[in-house]
């Protein structure tokens, strides 16, 4: 079993920054892959971008590419999401989940969620 929990949403202007932060409570994180997720209002929940459990390059949606990056802490128990040069249409419920094993693009293949944190890009 594995408690997630986001912070650092928030409301930034276009072109601004955000790190977005994910806590573990579990003894399994270390075991697991790890990965972010959003969704904007009226949309289908989407891949923003994934680690695996031993940390390294990301993997990254095609529209986040080159602005986000993902990491990971494993003795902290905690992943991160940098974002850069917001746009509004990064709008979204931002949404960390896990997973043991291989890291995955498809939001049914991860057992654990947190409850999602707000971020609101501004024009």
């Known amino acids: 079993q594995v408690t997630l929990v986001e912070s650092g949403g928030g409301l930034v202007q276009a072109g601004g920054s955000l790190r977005l932060s994910c806590a573990a409570d579990?003894?399994?994180?270390?075991?697991?892959?790890m990965a972010w997720f959003r969704q904007a209002p009226g949309k289908e929940r989407e891949f923003v971008a994934n680690i695996r459990r031993s940390g390294g390059n990301g993997y990254y949606a095609d529209s986040v590419k080159g602005r986000f990056t993902i990491s990971r802490d494993n003795a902290k128990s905690t992943v991160y999401l940098q974002m850069n040069s917001l746009k509004p249409e990064d709008t979204a419920v931002y949404y960390c989940?896990?997973?043991?094993?291989?890291?995955?693009?498809?939001?049914?293949?991860?057992?654990?969620w947190g409850q999602g944190t707000q971020v609101t890009v501004s024009s």
């Open positions: 579990g003894r399994t994180f270390s075991t697991s892959a």
């Open positions: 989940a896990a997973r043991v094993g291989l890291p995955r693009g498809l939001a049914n293949e991860y057992e654990y």
